[in-house]
Every structure is written in C-alpha cells, then in structure tokens.
C-alpha cells in the first residue's frame, strides 16, 4: 500500500453530540413502557415492541423531526400496523459522526412518549353468525369458520359461539341478538350487494345500526361495519374465506385494540389499500396475495443425537401415541405450511431414517463422528434448497410440537419488518422451540461450532427476534431421559 504523507481527521466542534449518544439521546424520547430503545450503534437506535397489538404513529410529529436538519433520520412502520412482541417499529440513524447540540434539542422537543403508541387487544372473545342458503356446501361454511376463528386466534381472541342460520334478515337478526360475544362477525352465504341486504338487514332489524357500507380497500371492498347495543358487527367480505390479508383485517385490527373505526376512518384507508399485490404486511401464510411469491422456508429436524443419557435406550424411537417421537415430530412438520423438510439422522442409522419413510421429507446424514448439535445443523443446511428465503430449526425430541407451532412461526417471518428470527415461545412467554432464521443468517449458523446451538448468535441479533406466542408449554418440553418420559405419558394419561 502506498505511503502518505497526510492523515484526514475529523474535529467535531464544542457543541457536536457523537452519532451514538444522538442517536440514544433521542431513543429514549421515544421509548416508554410500550417502546424499548436499545442500545447505540453506528448512530443508530432501534426501537421494539413491548407488547402485541396496533401501532399508532403521530405521522406530522416524525415528519417535523426529519425535517429539522438532514443529519437526523426517523423511520417508522406505517401508521395502525400490527406489530408483535419484540418486534422492530422504528430506527434513528445519525448521518454524520456527530451532530450538533441544537439540532438535537431541537428535534428532541418534537418527540416524546405520544408520538408513537401501542394499542393492545381490548376484546378477548367473539361471536361469528354464519349465513347459508340452498346452494350453500358444508365444505364452504368449514371453511369459512375456520378462516375467521384462525384470524381470531392469531391475535389472542376465541370464538365464544357460532350460529348458522338461514341467509334471510329475520335469522340473521336473532342470530345478532342471540350472540354473546364481546365482538359480532358475520359472514353471508352469498356478496353483499347494500344495505338492504339480507346481512346488514338483519343486523338494522334486530336494533343495530349500520356504520359504513363498502371500503376503498382490495380485497375487502364488500365489508359492512355496524354496532348493536355497544357491541362492534363487522360483516365480513367473502375474501374472508382465504386467510390472505384484506380489508377487513385492517378494521378487525384496529376495533380489537379498542381504536374507534368510524365511516371516516374506513374511507380514508384507500390509499395503500390495494393489497393484491402487497405481501409485507403480518399475514397467515397460505400464499401470498395476487400471486406474488411467498417466502419459501425449509424446515430442518435435527434427530442425529446420541441418545446419552436414555441409558441404553433410543429416545427418538420411543413410542409417542403409538409411533416413534422421531416420526411424530417429522409429521407435526409435514402438516405444518413448510415448504421443504430436512430431517438429519445419524450417519448410517437405518432406523430412524425408516421411521419418517412414509413422509415427505428428505432424509441426509451428520457426520460419522459429529461434534455436537452444530455439525447437524450444517449438514442440513447443506440440503436446504436455494430459493428458500429461511429455515426453521427444530428438535426431533419435543413430542408437544404441532403443527401449529410451526406455522405461527413461519407466519411471523417478515423481513421488511425486521422480523428475521422468529422463535416460538410457551404460552407464559419462555422461549423455546422452534427457531425460524432468516436467509441473512446463514453464514452465521454454518459458523456455529460445537454443541451451543445458536444460542450465541440470538443473543447477537436481539434487535432481529421475535418471540412467538403458542398454546401451553409444547415449544419447551423436550425428553432427554427416562424419567422425562415417564412424567410426559403421565401427562398424557392425566395421572
């Protein structure tokens, strides 16, 4: 490298603030008990959620700050976005490597705890009327119901009753005042065509009154939202069928947390509101919108453990509700949204690799000698297709793994979000199994070595993990001996 004879330096002036205590200074103007800012680095600040729920950004407050001088920046999610736990909902960069005193108080004095708000779930359980006519197939009511109850137990909420009744105005409307639950959702046999119509008919002839008719939002246009004796009635579009975003996602959000949603508010959601082609927003992953690709995750099962302290014994060919563990986690996968399943086993075990025969998975081998749980983890990623966007990293000896566990994981994968690890946590919030890691993350976990996991590159990557709420204890009970065994058939059995 050729010598110089000069050195550039940088002198700040007596009132420059260096990048990172700017950059912190006006973290914690943002931060509250909703918003934690954390810890500076290369002039940034990132703040996450403290909680589930709705958004709330004070749009002409960030706007002011960003334009006070061109060495600050603010950025947030969009405004009623629906955020999780832990989640990434705003960044402060500092441009420079230091920035003066004034532009700092200047732009600390437009920020404060309001500018950003949580809203958190209000509602905890809701009543769903479903409409049927002639023409109407068992099949299409299923699945109607189980769209609407999986929406609702994505954000904590539980159907207290279901009705179906006639797709007439008077069923409807003793549906409606029959209904017990703190919020009511309708949805017909056929499109609503106005308010004349037999669902929002129903809910005008039982006393309730309807709010807004249509919304500027596709798929969604169809939406009616009423209230009856104080109870929100969002009348569901037949897009309500698929699990794809739509409108009436945006409604149910916000009414959820308790936000007003009145005839202004729905009006004013055109803008943003062609969702065909928008994929980036928290959605059930069942295909992305309009046909636009969805992330494609591989699963990978580790089951190349030794077995060490089952004395003698194979855990993972244990019988589980009559078939081996290795076998019950591997199907609790093959029924999960996973697009592609690894399953290492040991190098030339016969016998695990035959018991996930029958599924559609792809069996490789860890090495003959491995050195822990690490070199099983490379020999899967080995296998893991190129166009996969993410994998999600399980344990083949956590029989209360389901399906659903994993789909909840892989549906809380949102990049664009800062959502790249995505880990799954017990119903109390412990963190456990499994562990879904964004492409970017790769490398890292090629990199592991011995029997740490990726322990060390989660407490690295804080301000990209996201932990996952699912049902009861499953994402930490693993069974590692014989007396695990024995207190988890006990379990099982109800002693």
Not at 182 to 190: H, R, S
Request: hydrophobic share 45%.
């Amino acid at each position: 490298m050729p010598e110089s004879d000069e050195v550039v330096v940088a002198e700040p002036s007596p009132d420059d603030v260096g990048e990172d205590r700017a950059a912190e200074t006006l973290g914690q103007r943002l931060s509250s008990e909703d918003f934690t800012a954390r810890a500076p680095f290369a002039g940034r600040v990132n703040l996450v959620a403290g909680g589930d729920g709705v958004l709330e950004v004070d749009a002409a407050a960030i706007d002011s700050a960003n334009a006070v001088d061109e060495s600050v920046t603010i950025a947030t999610l969009a405004n009623f976005a629906r955020v999780a736990a832990g989640q990434l909902v705003a960044t402060i960069k500092i441009i420079p490597y230091a920035v003066s005193a004034p532009v700092i108080e200047s732009v600390s004095e437009l920020l404060g705890q309001h500018v950003l708000r949580l809203h958190r779930r209000k509602h905890d359980n809701a009543s769903l009327i479903l409409s049927c006519s002639g023409g109407t197939s068992d099949a299409a009511t299923k699945k109607g119901r189980t769209s609407v109850e999986e929406r609702l137990k994505a954000f904590g909420i539980r159907l207290r009753s279901v009705e179906t009744v006639y797709h007439v105005p008077d069923a409807i409307a003793g549906a409606v005042t029959r209904a017990n639950g703190e919020m009511i959702f309708i949805l017909g046999a056929t499109a609503t065509s106005d308010r004349r119509d037999s669902a929002p008919a129903g809910v005008a002839r039982a006393g309730g009154r309807i709010i807004r008719f249509g919304m500027p939002v596709d798929p969604g246009n169809l939406l009616f939202l009423a209230e009856h004796c104080g109870r929100p009635v969002i009348g569901l579009p037949g897009c309500a069928r698929s699990p794809v975003l739509n409108g009436a996602d945006w409604v149910l959000e916000r009414i959820a947390c308790g936000i007003a949603v009145g005839s202004r508010d729905i009006a004013s959601m055109g803008v943003g509101g062609l969702l065909k082609e928008n994929s980036t927003r928290p959605q059930p992953r069942f295909g992305a919108p309009g046909g636009a690709r969805a992330a494609h995750v591989t699963g990978i099962l580790l089951a190349a453990g030794a077995s060490t302290r089952m004395r003698g014994t194979d855990k993972l060919l244990e019988q589980a509700d009559g078939v081996p563990l290795i076998a019950r986690t591997a199907r609790a996968m093959a029924r999960s949204q996973l697009d592609a399943i690894v399953v290492v086993v040991p190098s030339g075990d016969c016998r695990r690799r035959s018991a996930v025969a029958d599924l559609p998975v792809q069996v490789v081998e860890a090495p003959d000698i491995p050195a822990g749980m690490s070199d099983s983890l490379r020999a899967g990623l080995r296998a893991v297709p190129e166009l996969s966007d993410a994998v999600l990293v399980a344990l083949a000896d956590m029989p209360d793994v389901s399906h659903d566990h994993v789909n909840r994981v892989v549906s809380a994968f949102s990049p664009d979000d800062g959502r790249e690890i995505c880990r799954a946590a017990t119903a109390d919030g412990k963190a456990g199994h499994p562990v879904l890691f964004g492409r970017r993350f790769f490398e890292n976990l090629a990199l592991l070595d011995g029997d740490r996991g990726a322990r060390e590159l989660l407490a690295d990557a804080l301000d990209f993990v996201v932990d996952v709420p699912t049902d009861g204890d499953g994402a930490t009970v693993d069974l590692d001996t014989p007396e695990d065994w024995q207190a988890w058939r006990a379990r099982q059995s109800g002693n």
